[in-house]
T-cell receptor, first 115, second 113 residues
């Protein structure tokens, strides 16, 4: 069985602070894919990143960066210099396929960025 | 094409009634997915289609639930004899098969009273 744990239910930061969202996963598959999605108040899930289990290279995209560590089964997400527009619920997800079929989501972390 | 469209956005129904939701995917996306999200939880996979073929169904999809994608374009999700436990946000997504990114709609929020 697959499981994704996002232990942080809610995080509040002041604008321009850096913030890291934690994600720990469990799977017996040797090949798997990890995702991060953002869910703003409007409701739609916005894809942020996909990584496969063979690629542990960290990734940076603008203010966003991801740290994948197989040794600790973690796929953490850092927002640098947070902005109010980053306020949303962020979900980490796991799948044995590379697509959006049968994604196992965590319970999400609500990020509140204030001025 | 502005994205995945779901209709209605909100639905309130009495327990025992049938409801049907519609999802219009992004044009030319051959994969379509349905997920359900209850308050404070992450989405849970229900089913997905490749073109008109329903390739996989979750155990969450009880006999009261049926999904169709008759012409490989839009899809409908019907819930028969609704129960209070069916209250949730129903999300639809679409993608090209084999491509990373799935685009989600804004969902249909169902409230069963």
């Amino acid at each position: 069985a697959q499981k994704v744990t996002q232990a942080q239910t809610e995080i509040s930061v002041v604008e321009k602070e850096d913030v890291t969202l934690d994600c720990v996963y469990e799977t017996r598959d040797t090949t798997y894919y990890l995702f991060w999605y953002k869910q703003p108040p409007s409701g739609e899930l916005v894809f942020l990143i996909r990584r496969n289990s063979f690629d542990e290279q960290n990734e940076i995209s603008g203010r966003y960066s991801w740290n994948f560590q197989k040794s600790t089964s973690s796929f953490n997400f850092t927002i640098t210099a947070s902005q109010v527009v980053d306020s949303a619920v962020y979900f980490c997800a796991l799948s044995h396929t590379g697509t959006a079929s049968k994604l196992t989501f965590g319970t999400g972390t609500r990020l509140q960025v204030t001025l | 094409d502005t994205g995945v469209s779901q209709d209605p956005r909100h639905k309130i129904t009495k327990r025992g009634q049938n409801v049907t939701f519609r999802c219009d995917p992004i044009s030319e996306h051959n994969r379509l997915y349905w997920y359900r999200q209850t308050l404070g939880q992450g989405p849970e996979f229900l089913t997905y289609f490749q073109n008109e073929a329903q390739l996989e169904k979750s155990r969450l999809l009880s006999d009261r639930f049926s999904a169709e994608r008759p012409k490989g374009s839009f899809s409908t999700l019907e819930i028969q004899r609704t129960e209070q436990g069916d209250s949730a946000m129903y999300l639809c997504a679409s993608s090209f098969s084999g491509v990373d990114e799935a685009f989600f709609g804004q969902g249909t929020r169902l409230t069963v009273v």
